[in-house]
């Protein structure tokens, strides 16, 4: 079904009481199935409603009904889990994870679930108080939230991107993180000369007392040409030879926008995440002591761990004495004020509550449905009773998620979506051991750099990763620093 709407700044959208002039076309055979005047809130039902049952029994096209093929995929897994001598196919999934075993990733979802429902509970609260008084809807459906949501979200913490990326010019920012990366790690990092592919390529070398501990590539900027996206990628891992030692070399690869005229590069705060992001996995690949290839850095490390320090140095951007250090306005170099980054922060944490629920809900599913279910009966009343168990707000039962869930039926991620959250947690839990460490003005802990680095960072697939984490750590992970850093404590 495709939906066209125009001349959308002419109608009196915001008190929800305009209509709109809306063609509703079949998007497969083109034709025109209504035309007419819509209200706004008909016109979200139509939306959602389309989109929800899009390649399912319900949608407009029967034919393409993803539910025969998502059952017979199911049944094949199964099969196969029974060929290999595995209880399920979640069970097979989990063999190169780091999680143990279906059980305990169902128990880790259950417990974030019951953790994150009060301040989900809270969120929509606050979404349905704003919906009745501010844009005239009473009961809020299904099809309201993201609308509702969006402009919640722009009351409260409307802020420019462009006005903050004026503040975040590429050389500070480089000199910031490897500021960081210098004092924390005890390394030494500095641009070398080498071979490029472009000129805008850079190349460096980390060494520490002298002694050379890896080399790394660094592409920032955006090209024709160029793939995009951002990633870390190994030209070579750390391997002893006999002639000697081969040290790590990375690839650091971005996508920010080039410089403009006589202005240097500048990063939007998600490119400032972005690259701290990347920069936590080429640490991972070049900081390891393992001399053996298949286990040294980035290589043999458990799937559903590998974000660990990646997202681990996600924290640091989010750290005030970081930022307003890393941050310098492009004309008057005065630093990010404090007010904005306060304001960027409230909205990370934006109805963190309702969208970890949604995750959850989306992780449990996929989990129970190669675990629990019975591949020969329909999967639709599992995910009603998973939306029973966890949601705030119960999806009307004719969404069929379940037939667009393309992570798990076509992507890499069967059994494995909760690693999203997983990792997170992971990465919450190892941040939270430099706030308990840090000094009063903010410092991070040089010790607990080096307990990390050595515990996490230079360990890389030689041993599993949850001994890594216990090494560091001294205990299991908890969700508490994950909660208390999206704001749901
Ligand atoms: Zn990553």
């Known amino acids: 079904m495709q939906i066209t709407v125009d001349n959308l700044d002419r109608l009196d959208f915001e008190k929800g009481g305009g209509l709109l002039p809306a063609v509703v076309q079949d998007a497969t055979s083109g034709a025109v199935l209504m035309v007419g005047w819509m209200n706004p809130d008909a016109l979200r039902e139509t939306l959602y409603r389309a989109y929800v049952t899009r390649a399912s029994e319900l949608g407009a096209n029967a034919a393409l009904d993803n539910g025969p093929i998502i059952s017979e995929t199911l049944s094949m897994r199964a099969e196969e889990a029974t060929l290999l001598g595995y209880p399920s196919f979640a069970d097979v999934s989990l063999v190169p994870k780091m999680a143990e075993s279906p059980a305990r990733v169902i128990e880790f979802l259950r417990d974030l679930a019951a953790r994150a429902k009060p301040s989900a509970q809270r969120d929509m609260a606050e979404l349905n108080a704003f919906a009745s008084d501010k844009l005239g809807i009473?009961?809020?459906?299904s099809w309201d939230l993201a609308y509702v949501s969006e402009r919640?979200?722009?009351?409260?913490?409307?802020f420019s991107d462009n006005e903050v990326k004026q503040y975040f010019q590429l050389p500070r920012v480089l000199e910031g993180l490897f500021g960081l990366i210098q004092r924390l790690f005890d390394v030494q990092i500095q641009a070398e000369q080498a071979q490029v592919w472009h000129p805008d390529v850079r190349f460096y070398r980390i060494e520490r007392a002298g002694e050379l501990i890896g080399q790394f590539y660094l592409d920032m900027y955006a090209r024709p040409s160029k793939r995009p996206g951002a990633w870390m990628d190994d030209a070579r891992g750390r391997k002893r030879l006999e002639t000697g030692l081969q040290t790590p070399v990375a690839y650091l690869t971005c996508n920010v926008q080039a410089p403009i005229g006589d202005k240097p590069a500048l990063l939007s705060h998600d490119d400032v995440i972005t690259l701290f992001h990347e920069f936590g996995h080429g640490l991972h690949h070049m900081l390891t002591r393992i001399d053996e290839l298949g286990v040294s850095g980035i290589s043999g490390v458990e799937w559903d761990a590998v974000e660990l320090p990646s997202q681990f140095m996600e924290n640091f951007c989010w750290e005030w004495d970081i930022v307003e250090s890393m941050t310098a306005h492009v004309d008057t170099q005065a630093p990010l004020p404090r007010a904005l980054f306060d304001k960027m922060l409230a909205a990370k944490n934006f109805q963190s509550g309702l969208q970890t629920l949604r995750q959850i809900e989306f992780s449990l599913f996929d989990m129970l449905v190669h675990s629990e279910h019975d591949p020969a009966q329909d999967f639709m009343p599992l995910l009603q009773r998973v939306r029973d168990e966890v949601a705030v707000m119960r999806p009307p039962a004719f969404n069929r998620m379940a037939h667009t869930f393309s992570h798990i039926f076509a992507g890499g991620y069967a059994a494995g979506y909760y690693s999203y959250k997983w990792a997170e947690v992971l990465s919450a839990d190892a941040y939270a051991a430099f706030e308990e460490t840090a000094a009063a003005d903010g410092t991070p802990s040089v010790e607990t750099g080096r307990l990390y680095r050595q515990?996490?960072?230079?360990?890389?697939?030689?041993?599993?990763?949850?001994e890594s984490f216990k090494a560091f750590r001294g205990r299991e992970p908890s969700i508490d620093a994950l909660l208390r850093h999206q704001g749901m404590v």
């Open 152 to 158: 919640l979200k722009e009351a409260r913490y409307a």
């Open 138 to 141: 009473k009961t809020l459906m």
């Open 455 to 466: 515990a996490i960072l230079e360990a890389g697939g030689s041993r599993p990763a949850l």
